[in-house]
């Protein structure tokens, strides 16, 4: 009885409709956080203190929020862009989206070679842009680099001083 389970449980999960499905659901949560994402640059402002400190799990609604893809999205963004890496979290939700694709058997990639160039990317604009930008926008509401890119471009600063900061960057 346990191998005729688990030779079915095999065959669902290897097969092509639960693959298509997984990837259209992974697609649909890639393109609403992209949306979510690129809707922040326009409405970032004023959800800010409308969302401050909410979870993505809040419960009840949040009145006024303006972000294209509601008060889910408006918190979603704000943890993604100023908690976490800033604007250059686009490359890892492009690399969601690489996955879905892949997943529904709509176009192949290398995925290890997307990943890490998506990574790589979504890594060295967080900091490049925290490091060159992010002073100039010190009392706003965005961090373009995220809270993440700031983090490591103080420590840059930090260990090798502005000039050799500005100088490992433009190197990488």
Not at 27 to 51: P, R
Not at 67 to 89: C, E
Request: hydrophobic share 55%; net charge positive; aromatic share 14%.
């Amino acid at each position: 009885m346990a191998k005729k389970t688990h030779s079915a449980w095999k065959e669902f999960i290897s097969s092509n409709v639960t693959h298509y499905i997984a990837g259209l659901i992974i697609l649909i949560v890639g393109v609403y956080a992209i949306i979510s994402v690129v809707s922040f640059l326009f409405t970032g402002a004023a959800d800010q203190s409308k969302i401050e400190g909410l979870s993505l799990f809040h419960r009840g609604t949040v009145e006024g929020v303006e972000n294209w893809t509601g008060m889910r999205g408006a918190i979603l963004s704000h943890r993604l862009i100023n908690d976490g890496f800033g604007f250059p979290t686009v490359f890892l939700l492009l690399f969601v989206v690489f996955v879905a694709l892949q997943l529904m058997k709509a176009k192949r990639f290398r995925l290890v070679r997307s990943f890490i160039i998506c990574a790589l990317m979504t890594v060295w604009t967080s900091v490049a842009l925290s490091f060159f930008i992010g002073r100039f926008l010190e009392g706003s509401i965005f961090y373009v680099g995220g809270k993440t890119g700031r983090f490591i471009s103080d420590i840059l600063i930090h260990n090798f001083g502005y000039l050799g900061s500005a100088l490992l960057i433009v190197l990488v």
